[in-house]
T-cell receptor, first 114, second 114 residues
């Protein structure tokens, strides 16, 4: 079974541009999470969905960040406009109810904003 | 609020030897899960081992085992017969049962010396 898939693996953009990160969860998983990893702040939960519905977005840093999950197999995290301080590795993870809270992570997207 | 503390930023071990990584946590939840994740240079987050707080027995997975001391809120990871492939960042994480919100420690960088 394929794991969590993220694209792109690397993204380099200029300040002010829109960035869209993509995630495909493991088939059958009904929870999807977006995390950000930086040296300063470590791993932070940004937002998570259950059955395609956002449950908690309190970790989203500001209005420039938005996330959607139009169906059970696809989610996006968008940053508009991007800033250099958004440079980080962004992870998507998924799990299913009854899995003992075990989350399975994708390979991450390394974002660099110049 | 829940917190996870890893007090050892870096550790090293000789190949084939045993090493223990420390983790302490704090939570007001009565039921929760604890995890160790491994992040090699590829940056993929890999689940190493999982412990359910209501279980007295310490979890084991091949060469990996934990020492779970619930009263002391301690959750250390022991790696036996260390291998070069064990070199990575190791993250301790906690989630309240059913909350699906993982809180991570800052990580311990493990080096394996041939």
């Amino acid at each position: 079974d394929a794991g969590v898939i993220q694209s792109p693996r690397h993204e380099v953009t200029e300040m002010g541009q829109e960035v869209t990160l993509r995630c495909k969860p493991i088939s059958g998983h009904d929870y999807l999470f977006w995390y950000r990893q930086t040296m300063m702040r470590g791993l932070e939960l940004l937002i998570y969905f259950n059955n395609n519905v956002p449950i908690d977005d309190s970790g989203m840093p500001e209005d420039r960040f938005s996330a959607k999950m139009p169906n059970a197999s696809f989610s996006t995290l968008k940053i508009q406009p991007s800033e250099p301080r958004d440079s980080a590795v962004y992870f998507c993870a998924s799990t299913q109810w009854g899995a003992g809270d075990t989350q399975y992570f994708g390979p991450g997207t390394r974002l660099t904003v110049l | 609020a829940q917190t996870v503390t890893q007090s050892q930023p870096e550790m090293s071990v000789q190949e084939a030897e045993t090493v223990t990584l420390s983790c302490t946590y704090d939570t007001s939840e009565s039921d929760y899960y604890l995890f160790w994740y491994k992040q090699p240079p590829s940056r993929q987050m890999i689940l190493v081992i999982r412990q359910e707080a209501y279980k007295q027995q310490n979890a084991t997975e091949n060469r990996f085992s934990v020492n779970f001391q619930k009263a002391a809120k301690s959750f250390s990871l022991k790696i036996s017969d260390s291998q070069l492939g064990d070199a990575a960042m190791y993250f301790c994480a906690l989630s309240g049962a059913g909350s699906y919100q993982l809180t991570f420690g800052k990580g311990t960088k493990l080096s394996v010396i041939p």
